[in-house]
C-alpha cells in the first residue's frame, strides 16, 4: 500500500475528474492540485506557483489548508517522501480515514521520467485520444501550433518514464472512465493495493470539483467538436497521434 499516489495528464485530459473519484475512496484524500515534485527539493517549493499558494487556500473543506507556519514545516523536509508525511500531519483532510495522499498534477506529465526517480509511488495518467484532447485545448484558445507542440512535449516525458518504469504505470483511457467509472476505479484500486469497501469508493459518492470542464464528459458534444475540425487540422493531429500505442499500453477492463 503506498503512501502517496500521483496522477497527471495533459491538462484537460479528465485529471480533475479521475482524481475526484479516486477520493470517492474513504482512504484518499488530496487538494486540488499538488505540484510538491516540480522543484529540484522540497526546498524549492515556495517558487513552485501557483501550487505553494494553492496548498495554503482554506476556502472550502476540499483544499489542502497548510498554514504558512507549517509550510515552513513541509518545506524543511530532507527528503520527498518525508515531505509528502509532512503535509499529512499539517492538512486537515488528513485527519480522518485517509492515509493515502493523492498528489495530482498535469505538469508532472513532460518531466515525468524524472519525476519517478525522485519517489518510489504509483503513477496514474490518463489520456484522451489526440482529436478529442486537441478540441478541449481549442476551445480555451489554443492555436494548433501550440497543442502540437505540448502534445509532443508531454508525451515525450511519459514515453520516457514507461520505458523505465511501466510497473509502477497505469495508463487510463478518458474514454472508458466516462463510459465506466466504477469499472475503471475498481481497476485503480486494484494497481494501488487498497480494497474498495461496500458502498464506499463508487463514482456516485464523489464530490466532483465545480467548473466548465465538466462539459468534456459529454461524448456528444465532444464528437460534436470534432466534426467541426477542419482537414488540415485532423491531418496535422493524425501525423502526430500517439493513440495506437497508447491504446496498446492502456488498462484493460
Not at 50 to 61: L, R, S, T, V
Not at 65 to 79: C, G, Y
Not at 133 to 148: I, P
Request: charged share 25%; with cysteine.
Amino acid at each position: 500500500m503506498p503512501q502517496a499516489a500521483i496522477v497527471t495528464g495533459m491538462e484537460h485530459s479528465g485529471t480533475t475528474f479521475l482524481s475526484d473519484l479516486l477520493k470517492s475512496h474513504p482512504r484518499i484524500n488530496g487538494g486540488f492540485e499538488g505540484g510538491m515534485l516540480l522543484g529540484n527539493s522540497p526546498a524549492d517549493f515556495p517558487n513552485i506557483q501557483p501550487f505553494y499558494d494553492w496548498m495554503q487556500k482554506a476556502n472550502n473543506p476540499t483544499q489542502w489548508a497548510v498554514s504558512a507556519e507549517n509550510m515552513r514545516f513541509v518545506t524543511a523536509a530532507p527528503t520527498w517522501p518525508e515531505m509528502y508525511r509532512r503535509v499529512m500531519e499539517s492538512s486537515p483532510l488528513f485527519s480522518d480515514t485517509a492515509d493515502i495522499l493523492l498528489d495530482k498534477a498535469p505538469p508532472y506529465m513532460p518531466i515525468l521520467d524524472q519525476l519517478m526517480q525522485k519517489v518510489p509511488f504509483p503513477v496514474i495518467v490518463i489520456y484522451k485520444p489526440v482529436l478529442y484532447q486537441y478540441t478541449s485545448y481549442k476551445k480555451r484558445d489554443f492555436t494548433l501550433e501550440n497543442f502540437v507542440w505540448r502534445y509532443t512535449h508531454y508525451f515525450t516525458g511519459f514515453f520516457k518514464a514507461w520505458k523505465c518504469c511501466s510497473s509502477r504505470m497505469l495508463l487510463v483511457p478518458h474514454g472508458e472512465l466516462a463510459r465506466k467509472p466504477e469499472e475503471v476505479l475498481r481497476t485503480v484500486f486494484r494497481f494501488l493495493h487498497i480494497e474498495q469497501p461496500a458502498g464506499k469508493g463508487d463514482p456516485a459518492s464523489a464530490r466532483l470539483t465545480a467548473g466548465p470542464v465538466k462539459a468534456d464528459y459529454d461524448p456528444d458534444k465532444a464528437e460534436g467538436d470534432i466534426r467541426l475540425l477542419s482537414a488540415y487540422e485532423k491531418e496535422v493531429l493524425n501525423k502526430i497521434s500517439q493513440d495506437e500505442i497508447l491504446h496498446k499500453l492502456a488498462l484493460r477492463l
